[in-house]
C-alpha cells in the first residue's frame, strides 16, 4: 500500500513537472500571454490588488515586484502612497502634472526611466507624477482616483489618457463584472453617463485638463512606454 501510495506521489510530481517545463516553453516561445513564475515568497503577492475602497485595484505601498514575461523580465517598485513612481511629497511649490490612465501610462513592460512620465521630466524639467494602472483601468476609476487621491497632490494641470480601443469597455458593467467575488470598480449611473467627450486644455478651470485622445489609424500602433510579448 505504501509504495503504491509513492508510485502514484511520483508519478504526480513527474507530471507537474512536465506541465511546469511545457507552460515555461510556450510563454518563452509566445503561445501563452502568461506571466513566468519567479519562485520566490517574496513575490507571493500581486503588484496589482484590490487594495483601495473608492477605485479598487492599485498597488501597495513600497512594494517591490519581479515582472517576467517572455520578452521582459523588470522590477517594478511603488513609493509610499503606492504609485509607481519616484518618492514624491503631496505639497510642493514646484510645477507639477498629474498624469492619469492605463498600462499606458503606467508602463506596463516598461523600465522605470524610460516610461513617458519620465522622458517627460527630462525635456521639461517638470515633474509628471505617474499615477496609471495596468489591468482593466477604465476612465470612471480614473476619475475617482483623481478626486480621492492625485487630487491630494499640488499640480498645475493634469493628462487624462484613454484609448477608445477598449478604455470604454472597462467601464461596461458587464455581468461578470457584477457577480460576488468579482473586482470590486465604481460605474458612472444616469444619463449622463452615456455622453463622452474630449475636454482640451481651457483657460476657465482652475487646472488645465488635457484628454489625450487616441484616432482611430492609432489603434494598429502601440504607443511608446507599453511593452508587447
Known amino acids: 500500500m505504501v509504495k503504491k501510495i509513492g508510485q502514484w506521489l511520483l508519478a504526480i510530481a513527474v507530471s507537474l513537472v512536465c506541465v ?8 518563452r516561445l509566445g503561445f501563452a500571454d502568461l506571466d513566468l513564475p519567479s519562485y520566490s515568497l517574496a513575490q507571493a503577492q500581486p503588484f496589482w490588488q484590490e487594495v ?8 501597495p505601498p513600497n512594494a517591490r515586484y519581479r515582472h517576467r514575461r517572455s520578452c521582459f523580465d523588470l522590477i517594478y517598485t511603488s513609493n509610499a502612497y503606492g504609485m509607481r513612481d ?3 511629497a503631496m505639497a510642493s511649490p514646484a510645477r507639477r502634472v498629474v498624469v492619469l ?5 503606467e508602463g506596463w513592460g516598461v523600465d522605470g526611466g524610460r516610461r513617458f512620465t519620465e522622458q517627460l521630466n527630462s525635456l521639461t524639467g ?17 476619475s475617482v482616483l483623481y478626486k480621492t487621491l492625485a487630487a491630494k497632490f499640488d499640480h498645475r494641470a493634469v493628462i487624462f489618457t484613454i484609448l477608445p480601443e477598449n478604455d ?4 461596461m458593467p458587464f455581468p461578470q463584472r457584477l457577480r460576488k467575488g468579482a473586482r470590486h470598480r465604481p460605474y458612472l449611473i444616469g444619463k449622463r453617463a452615456t455622453s463622452i467627450r474630449c475636454i482640451r486644455s481651457t483657460s476657465t478651470t482652475r487646472r488645465r485638463i488635457s484628454t489625450v485622445c487616441a484616432t482611430p489609424s492609432s489603434r494598429s500602433r502601440r504607443p511608446p512606454g507599453t511593452a508587447r510579448c
Open 20 to 27: 511546469e517545463l511545457a507552460l515555461q516553453a510556450a510563454v
Open 52 to 59: 483601495n475602497a473608492d477605485f479598487g485595484v492599485w498597488h
Open 86 to 88: 519616484r518618492d514624491v
Open 101 to 105: 490612465g492605463d498600462s499606458f501610462v
Open 126 to 142: 517638470i515633474d509628471h507624477l505617474n499615477f496609471g494602472v495596468a489591468g482593466d483601468f477604465g476612465p470612471t476609476q480614473a
Open 168 to 171: 470604454f469597455l472597462d467601464d
